[in-house]
């Protein structure tokens, strides 16, 4: 049997996923910036494991970060979980900023991203009719617009919303860019423009210099990975909910 | 009472009647904090709302030295962070725990209150019912989280004193009492849900929640005419 990695503190790592998951993308991706190994465990969400049941017996979704035995559930409680766990002084900068309101801001744009980006683009590839589609397209792009004109306030000119490096709601909204992909490539929507007379010029250069970094290209999958998967969930599950296509 | 810190004033933009702007006048009255409160007519349009909260248009806001907050969980999280010396801190110190306040405040908002709002969004009765029955079951996942951070005491979620999930939560226990007294649904039931129920009365016998909640014969008026307007009807219980 495989001997179990060990966090910095002793504890094994175990992490629950589905790899082309945004929420899982992000948490792992905090993981490899804080250098922190932990066993990784790809989850079939058609058929739950005992382990992710007993582990998230609420939501049964992923992902779950299992610390030392004891589990952690919901990506951003994870995500501040392991920023605190391997705090700036021992590996890798601190996601969230120091000062109380810049860290209110970074949550609200994330939840944002989550409570009115994630659902519109995820409408696009359920809608049941060409008006919804539409629809959806325009909910996406209004969306990626706020954060377009929020990147502008928050980045202060520099290559990420937090700053020189990548920060909280960097990971929350990059983990999302593998499905931008996926649009563009089997629905024909762009939502990140980065051609010239872009309505997101700020976002495209952020996007180009975030999938650059090591930890996504060590945790994103390639846009074919997400593509096959989102044609499984189309032959088994028609109509599903945000919950079930991704976590 | 200590004061907010020199030339940092706070000040709430609410509607009277929000269970969200409860949870932030309890959080700032926990931490003792001074702060000018704004009503707000939502029917009517307010400049100091929209330059305040663009993106959502909606209350509460904390502006903290002109500065906005928006979002309640997220305002509730801010004062704890901004104001360390006030009063003591909404989660706890030890990181596992944190995460599990964090994970039942989300549920709270995800699971509990869009359940809630379904009991009244539709006209059909079978799914109002289905809303209900959905509600309850958040109540009685809620009812097992209480058993697991309250510790021994069995007192506040947030185990020796006031915590996160008993701010975030005790928003809502306004909107309990009015919605079992007008409907008569028990979210929270000393039969189905003991613990809730004690901790629900513990809750409103504290000041700072008192301060912080509206008074409930005018929030029951005020919802009584809302269910009338929507010609609501009471689903039958199992």
Redesign the interface.
Known sequence: MEKEPKGDDGGDLKLLGLTVSPFVIRVRMVLQMKAVSYRYIEQDLFIKSDLLVTSNPVHKKVPVLIHGGRPVCESSAIMEYVDEVWAASTTGASILPADPYERATARFWAAYADSKLLPAWVGIMWAATEEERTEKVDETLAAIGRLEEAFGECSNGKAFFAGDSVGYLDLVLGSQLLWFGVLRKMFGVVVIDDDAGSKTPLLASWAKQFVETDMAKEVVPDVDTAVEYLKKLQAHRPGSTVTQLLS | MATAGSGDELKVLGAWASPFLVRVLFALQLKGLRYEYVEVDLKEKNELLLASNP?HKKIPVLL?AG?P???SQ??V??ID??FPASGPSFLPAD??A???A??WG??VDDKLLSSWKGIFATKDEEENAEAVRQTLAAAD?LEGAFRECSGEKLEWFGGDGVGYVDIVLGGLVPSMNVLELAVGIKVVDPDRTPLLAAWKDRFCALDAAKAAMPPLDRLLENAKKYLAEISFKTPASK
Do not use: D
Request: glycine share 0%; with cysteine; hydrophobic share 45%.
């Open positions: 993106v903290h500065k907050v928006c979002e997220l305002i999280q801010y962070e901004a990181t596992h944190r995460a599990v964090r994970f989300a549920y996942a």
